[in-house]
């Protein structure tokens, strides 16, 4: 099941980034994806699927968007230089 959201934007929002509205509607879809697995809410799996695309293609937009694949919290971080510390 698909759910259909409307959106209303100026007419001259597609003229300034040169593209078409459904261009842009799948632009928008893809850049709000990107951002939910950047902060942590999808995984590259589900973040692939709601995009409709495989987990390759996945990998090449976060290239795109400049998001590292390689999604660490700060805790993991601090517990990697914890480890890293105690084997000095």
């Not at 409709?52 to 937009?61: A, D, P, T, V, Y």
């Given at each position: ?50 995009a ?10 976060l ?26």
């Open positions: 099941m698909t759910v259909q959201i409307t959106m209303d934007f100026p007419e001259s929002t597609f003229s300034v980034l040169k593209s078409s509205p459904e261009n842009f509607a799948n632009e928008m879809k893809q850049a709000a994806i990107v951002k939910w697995y950047e902060m942590g809410i999808l995984s590259q799996s589900k973040a692939s699927e709601i409709g695309i495989s987990r390759q293609e996945f990998l090449e937009l290239n795109r968007f400049q998001v590292s694949p390689f999604q660490v919290s700060e805790e993991e971080l601090k517990s990697n230089e914890n480890l890293k510390g105690g084997r000095r």
